[in-house]
C-alpha cells in the first residue's frame, strides 16, 4: 500500500505535455483587440515616451499595423484618434473628414474584412479641456449635452465605416442615445461596444500623453468610484437594456474581481481593456530586470481571461498573438 498522501493534484502539473493537456484558460489571437493612435500632422510615427514600443500613428503607418495585425490573427482594432486642434466641445470629433473618421475608412479599406474596426467614441482627445464631456457654466461636465455630441459622433463614425462604436464617457443614458442615432441614420448593423465600468483609475497617465490629453483635475463625477461594486451591475444592467452588443471591464488587473461579477451576469460578450498604466509597469519593471517580461506578460493576459473576459484590449496583441500560433 502506497504511503500518504494518496491524493497528489502534482501529478497534473509534472510536465508540460501534462499541464497543457489539462489548462482549463487559453488564449487565443482571436480574443485580442489592439489599441492604435493615429495623429494628424505628423509625417513619420511618434514614440510614447510612457509606453515604450507604442507609438502615435500616421496614417500610413496605421494601415501597415492593421495589416500586420490582421496578419497575426487578431480579432480587432480599437482607433484612438489625435487631432491638431482641440476646442471646447470637441468639434474635430464630429468633423466627417476628422482624423480619426479618416482613419477608420483607411482601416475599413484595408483590413475591414479579416478584423472588427472598432473606434473611440468620447470627446477628451478632442476637447481642450480634456473632459469627456461638454462643460456647463459652473465648470462641470453637463451629462445631456454630451449625449447630443455622442449622438453627432456615432453617425460620423458610422457613415466612415466602423463596425463597432466605442462610447467611453461614462454619460448616463449613452447607449440609448447612440443606438437611437445610428438606427435613425440608417447604421442597425453598427454595434456598440460599451464601456460598461470605467472606473477613475490612477493607470490610465500615460494614456494621457498618447491622446495628448489637456486634462485638468480628474474625472471622478462620471467615472465609477474604485472602492464600489454595486453600481457595475447597475450600468451593466442599464448598458443591456439600451442596446449594448458588448460591455467592458476598464482598467483590467486591478478590477479582475468586478470582471468576474459581469462576466457571470452578463448575457452579452465581455471585454475588458488591459490599460497603458498595466503596459507601462510591466515594460518598466522588466527593463530593469526586476520581472521576466514574456511571463509576466502571458500570466497577466491568462488572468483576465480565467477572470471572465472573452475579449482583451492588450498593446501586446500582436506580439502575443504570434507566440499563440
Not at 232 to 238: A, Y
Not at 297 to 309: D, N, P, Q, V, W
Request: with cysteine.
Amino acid at each position: 500500500m502506497s504511503a500518504y498522501p494518496s491524493v497528489r493534484p502534482r501529478r497534473l502539473r509534472n510536465s508540460p505535455a501534462m499541464r497543457r493537456l489539462v489548462a482549463q484558460t487559453r488564449l487565443h489571437p482571436a480574443e485580442l483587440i489592439l489599441p492604435l493612435f493615429v495623429r494628424e500632422g505628423i509625417t513619420e510615427p511618434k514614440p510614447i515616451d510612457s509606453m515604450p514600443g507604442v507609438v502615435q500613428h500616421t496614417r500610413d503607418t496605421l494601415r501597415k499595423a492593421a495589416v500586420e495585425a490582421a496578419e497575426a490573427g487578431l480579432g480587432g482594432l480599437m482607433l484612438f484618434g489625435v487631432p491638431a486642434v482641440q476646442d471646447a466641445v470637441g468639434s474635430e470629433g464630429t468633423n466627417p473628414d476628422g482624423i480619426l473618421q479618416q482613419a477608420i475608412r483607411d482601416v475599413v479599406g484595408e483590413v475591414g474584412d479579416a478584423l472588427v474596426v472598432m473606434s473611440d467614441l468620447c470627446l477628451d482627445e478632442y476637447t481642450d479641456h480634456g473632459h469627456c464631456g461638454v462643460l456647463a457654466a459652473d465648470g462641470s461636465v453637463d451629462n445631456d449635452a454630451t449625449l447630443a455630441r455622442y449622438a453627432e459622433m456615432a453617425v460620423v463614425q458610422a457613415d466612415a465605416g466602423v463596425h463597432l462604436v466605442g462610447p467611453s464617457g461614462m454619460m448616463d443614458g449613452q447607449i440609448g442615445v447612440i443606438r437611437r442615432a445610428l438606427d435613425a441614420a440608417g447604421h442597425q448593423e453598427t454595434g456598440i461596444l460599451a464601456y460598461t465600468a470605467k472606473y477613475a483609475s490612477a493607470f490610465y497617465g500615460p494614456f494621457r500623453e498618447a491622446v495628448g490629453s489637456s486634462l485638468k483635475g480628474d474625472r471622478k463625477t462620471y467615472q465609477q468610484d474604485p472602492a464600489n461594486t454595486r453600481e457595475s451591475l447597475r450600468e451593466l444592467e442599464q448598458d443591456v437594456a439600451e442596446g449594448a452588443d458588448l460591455v467592458m471591464v476598464k482598467p483590467a488587473m486591478a478590477y479582475l474581481d468586478i470582471l468576474r461579477q459581469v462576466a457571470d451576469a452578463s448575457p452579452v460578450p465581455v471585454a475588458t481593456y488591459q490599460v497603458s498604466g498595466e503596459y507601462a509597469m510591466v515594460e518598466a519593471a522588466a527593463a530593469r530586470g526586476w520581472i521576466d517580461r514574456e511571463r509576466m506578460i502571458m500570466e497577466t493576459l491568462t488572468s483576465l481571461r480565467r477572470a471572465g473576459a472573452e475579449q482583451i484590449l492588450t498593446y501586446w496583441a500582436v506580439e502575443v498573438a504570434r507566440q499563440l500560433h
